[in-house]
Each structure stands twice: as C-alpha cells, then as structure tokens.
C-alpha cells in the first residue's frame, strides 16, 4: 500500500522544511508527529505533507526530496493492533521502490523511494 500511494503524484496541502510547521498544521492526528532520527533519511529535505489514510487511520504523507530531485514519501500513522504482525526492516516493493518500516514513539513510519 505505501508503495502504490508513493507512485500517486499527489500534491502537499502544506509546504514547509520544518516538522514543528507540520505539527502545527495537522491537528487531526491522534498522534504526535514524529521528526525521525533515523540515519535513512540522511540527504533528505522535507518539503511538506498531506493527510491520507494508512489501513483506515488517519496518517500522513509527507514528501521529502533527495539532493538530486527524487521523491521520497515517508507515512506516519498511530501505531495500533492494525499493524502488530509488520515488523521492521526493508522490503523491495515490485514498483521498484524500497520500502522501509520501523516505529519511533508509538509512531509507525514507512519510507517509500526509488531504488537506485
């Protein structure tokens, strides 16, 4: 599902670089929006977000760039029952992207980007 919504060229409703921004602007979520630690975003800039819908939750679907123009679409969304059998790591979708998952403060976050 993160792959297909990736390859779906949808707009942001708010473009910012910043996570508190986003914070700010999203108050429909029943989570904190998490600004990731993870070195797999390293040479990535945030240019914004929209809402979307992961498995039925209310998520978000933010789009981050690679210094060379590349999309990233990184999801957020309340990590709950729906989701206790993914487990962390990679996976290559057949769209030909890379698709990592892991969780950080009760967030789930998935990362979708062209294989390289």
């Not at 996570?19 to 990535?44: K, M, N, T």
């Not at 029952?81 to 403060?105: C, K, P, S, Y």
Request: net charge negative.
């Amino acid at each position: 599902m993160i792959a297909r919504n990736h390859q779906k060229h949808a707009d942001v409703e708010v473009e910012t670089e910043r996570y508190d921004e986003l914070r700010e602007s999203f108050d429909r979520l029943d989570f904190a929006i998490v600004a990731p630690r993870s070195p797999r975003l390293l040479g990535l800039t945030l240019i914004g977000a929209r809402y979307c819908s992961v498995q039925g939750h209310v998520a978000l679907q933010m789009r981050l760039d690679d210094d060379q123009g590349r999309r990233t679409t990184l999801y957020q969304v309340r990590d709950a029952e729906t989701f206790a059998d993914i487990d962390d790591g990679d996976a290559v979708d057949v769209h030909g992207l890379r698709v990592q998952l892991w969780r950080e403060n009760g967030v789930l976050l998935g990362l979708a980007r062209p294989v390289r």
